[in-house]
């Protein structure tokens, strides 16, 4: 079996989801792009990270950072509330 070390994938993913951000006009374009990635279990964390990075670069606070953060986690708790009601 052959274990792959180099991430490629989370390096992919990571520019993926970096080069939306970038390519965005407004927040509501950007989440709906990142809502509409078929993310797998566990990546969802990866684009929290990748939202703060991204916020972490500039110089100055971007209202559209914090948006895009709060539409992020909305979606986290539609998703844990429809989990629950399932079963």
Same mark, same amino acid.
């Given at each position: 079996m ?9 390096v ?5 989801i970096?080069?939306t951000?970038? @390519?965005?006009?407004? /927040?509501?374009?950007?989440?709906h ?6 993310? $797998?279990?566990?990546? +969802? ?14 110089? @100055?606070?971007?209202? /559209?950072?914090?948006l ?6 909305l979606?986290? $708790?539609?998703?844990? +509330? ?6």
């Amino acid at each position: 079996m052959i274990i792959d070390k180099t991430e490629t994938n989370l390096v992919a993913l990571r520019r993926t989801i970096y080069l939306t951000i970038q @390519s965005s006009l407004d /927040f509501e374009e950007c989440a709906h792009k990142l809502l509409r990635m078929q993310l $797998k279990p566990g990546q +969802e964390m990866e684009m929290c990270h990748m939202i703060l990075d991204c916020c972490a670069e500039m110089r @100055s606070y971007e209202k /559209f950072f914090g948006l895009l953060a709060q539409v992020s986690q909305l979606r986290g $708790k539609d998703q844990s +509330e429809g989990q629950q009601s399932v079963n």
